[in-house]
């Protein structure tokens, strides 16, 4: 900077002669991690949910870094470091621009979160949620975080969504909801199984002749397979003294 005005910017390594009168501004290329801590936002049907990212990050253009946000105000008010002039300065800098990084992706973090559910039981079972998302939530979050950073000369390489919940108020309600599925779609798999063996052992018995049997007695049977089958626990062993009609 030579009285106020830009003049360059020097990228590469070497020994360089410059006019003393002009101002110089060192700044870090190296990526840099975010582990941002998780936020609780309302998903796309309003439940509210915590959700958390992880981002690497690094300056991509330095003349929008130093002069398109402030940069230098933001770094000025920040704590200060153990050190050289310089080194300290480079560092509160780039402090400064992770202040800003961090801000700009809870935004992000918020905009995309809202746009898909928490997961399929309120929406279409085809539907992209937040838990079944995978890259597709990690890529519109990569753009949209690039897209807010873009003005700042900031590039995200990398971002991940590293932290999915429910909020706590309503963790207890969905926690009990998911256990009640769960037992629906095994009952489900056992009924379908149960029902199977009785067909088979039904068919193999007619096949085989190895004894006839009117309906009341396939019923009969058909009950005391399931039962036997299908409990939770395993089944009672009863006598019959009579005869099935008595």
């Keep these: 900077i030579f009285f106020g005005k830009y003049k360059g ?42 959700i ?3 981002l690497v990050w690094r300056l991509k253009d330095t003349y ?3 002069f398109e946000i402030d940069a230098q105000t933001m770094a000025s008010s920040g704590p200060g470091k153990q050190g050289t002039a310089e080194s300290s300065s480079v560092a509160s800098k780039m402090d400064a621009f992770e202040d800003f ?43 949209e975080l690039n ?11 990398e971002a991940r969504i590293n932290y999915l919940a429910y909020a706590p108020e309503i963790a207890a309600v969905m926690l009990r909801r998911q256990q009640a599925e ?4 095994a009952r489900e798999k ?10 088979m052992a039904l068919d193999r018995i007619e096949d085989e002749n190895i004894v006839a049997l009117d309906a009341d007695k396939k019923a009969a049977m058909v009950s ?12 009672q062993p009863v006598l019959n003294t009579g005869t099935l009609y008595q």
Excluded at 17 to 29: E, V
Excluded at 190 to 199: F, L, P, Q, S
Aim: proline residues 2%; negative net charge.
């Design 9 to 50: 910017v020097f990228k590469e390594t070497g020994f360089f002669w410059i006019n003393p009168f002009m101002t110089k501004k060192k700044l870090s290329m190296r990526a840099r991690n975010l582990n941002g801590a998780p936020i609780k936002v309302n998903d796309k049907v309003g439940n509210p949910v915590l």
């Design 52 to 54: 958390g990212l992880v």
């Design 64 to 66: 929008k870094a130093m």
């Design 101 to 143: 990084v961090a801000v700009q992706s809870d935004a992000a973090l918020r905009q995309v979160a809202g746009h898909y559910a928490y997961d399929n039981n309120v929406v279409a079972d085809n539907e992209v949620t937040l838990r079944s998302g995978g890259e597709e939530i990690n890529e519109d979050l990569l753009t």
């Design 147 to 157: 897209n807010r950073l873009e003005m700042a000369g900031i590039e995200v390489l």
């Design 182 to 185: 769960a037992i629906i779609s």
């Design 190 to 199: 056992i009924v379908e199984g149960a029902v199977t063996m009785v067909k």
């Design 224 to 235: 005391n397979l399931l039962v036997v089958l299908c409990a939770d626990e395993s089944a």
